[in-house]
């Protein structure tokens, strides 16, 4: 199997961790599970917007993308717009 290139991950950070960013992580890994992606999920520090969490990251082919405000069914949404 290969290492999959497109990453999702989810801001562990205090203020994240605060807005339940725990259940953002799991909508997203049940969702990539449901949709059949290879995508490696997971968790990433502090992204530096602490007031509009939970952040979440996506990296594909190089570039990086910063979102904010990613609650569960938003999580949802990226990854299968993934
Ligand atoms: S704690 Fe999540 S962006 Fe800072």
């Keep these: ?3 999959p290139r497109t990453c999702f991950k989810v801001c562990s950070g205090r203020a994240c ?5 725990r259940f953002t992580l799991e909508r997203a ?3 990539a599970i449901i949709q059949k992606k290879n995508i490696d999920i997971g968790s990433c520090p502090c992204q530096g917007r ?3 969490g939970p952040t979440a990251v996506i990296e594909k082919d190089e570039k990086k993308e910063v979102f904010s405000h990613v609650d569960p069914p938003r999580a ?7």
Excluded: D, G, V
């Excluded at 961790?17 to 960013?21: G, I, M, P, R």
């Excluded at 949802?76 to 993934?82: D, F, G, P, S, T």
């Design 1 to 3: 199997m290969t290492t």
């Design 17 to 21: 961790s605060a807005n339940f960013s």
């Design 29 to 31: 890994q049940s969702e």
């Design 76 to 82: 949802a949404e990226l990854i299968r717009n993934m």
């Design 50 to 52: 602490c007031e509009m």
